[in-house]
């Protein structure tokens, strides 16, 4: 089962319901393996995937990249610079705040306050480079562009229209819009894990509340979107679970296992 964090098991003010840790704990004592599926950078995932008690390996990056526990890198699919610095470009005329990533460090040219509402849900530092350009290195994980849910919502169909065929474009949470490669994104990632794992496609699970994971509750064999959910999100799953504290991973448990 791949499991989204953000949204799903972990609600936006980062809490955790003890009920949905425990009916996490049942689906794992059961046999089903399940995998943290999220758009967080690895340093933001790790103590999460403790918590919760889940083993690894974590996909994390949006898809970009899989990695075990321990850091180690199982997949790597990162924006090419130029294509990155297209991405960059567009924020900069257009005065939003966009950030990039290098070696697990969230990089950023300007100390704004939406490098640090990102920065405090994701648990992570931020480091001003001055120029993204000279600091990103040849590929990047992803890019994310952080601005009020309303202007996120209103560039999103520009921003996949411009970008279509070249880099995958979803909001995770209403906030970030976040650029993988069009190798990268929930579901290729899922499906390269599943076939290293030796599952078969309608053996997994995936559960999710985002745009970015709509491509992977689609490709799954049995495909959950948390109630509230975007429409595409919701066209895309099988079912519809309740949001954090509300019961939706007992739901899930209750059909996984009986």
Sequence with gaps: MALDLDGTILDMKLNLDPRDVEALSHIVSAGVTVIACTGRPFPGAVPWVKQLGLEGPIICYQGAEVRTLDGGVLLDHGVEHELAMEVVRYARERDLHVQAYRDDQLIVERDRPEAHQYANHAGMKINVVGDLDGAMGRTTPKLVIVTA???????????????????????????????????????????????????????????GD?????????????????????????????????????????????????
């Design 210 to 258: 985002g745009r970015n994971d709509a491509s992977m509750i689609a490709w799954a064999g049995l495909g959950i979107a948390v109630e509230g959910s975007p429409p595409e999100v919701v066209a895309a799953a099988d079912r519809i679970i309740p949001g954090p504290g509300h019961g939706g991973i007992q739901q899930l448990a209750e059909a996984l296992l009986h």
């Design 149 to 207: 849910a309303e202007k996120a919502e209103a560039l999103l169909p520009d921003v996949r229209r411009r970008w279509a065929g070249r880099l995958n474009a979803a909001t995770s949470v209403p906030e970030y819009i976040e650029f993988t490669s069009v190798e990268s994104d929930k579901a290729s990632a899922l499906r390269f894990l599943s076939e290293r794992m030796g599952v078969a496609q309608g053996e997994v699970a995936a559960v």
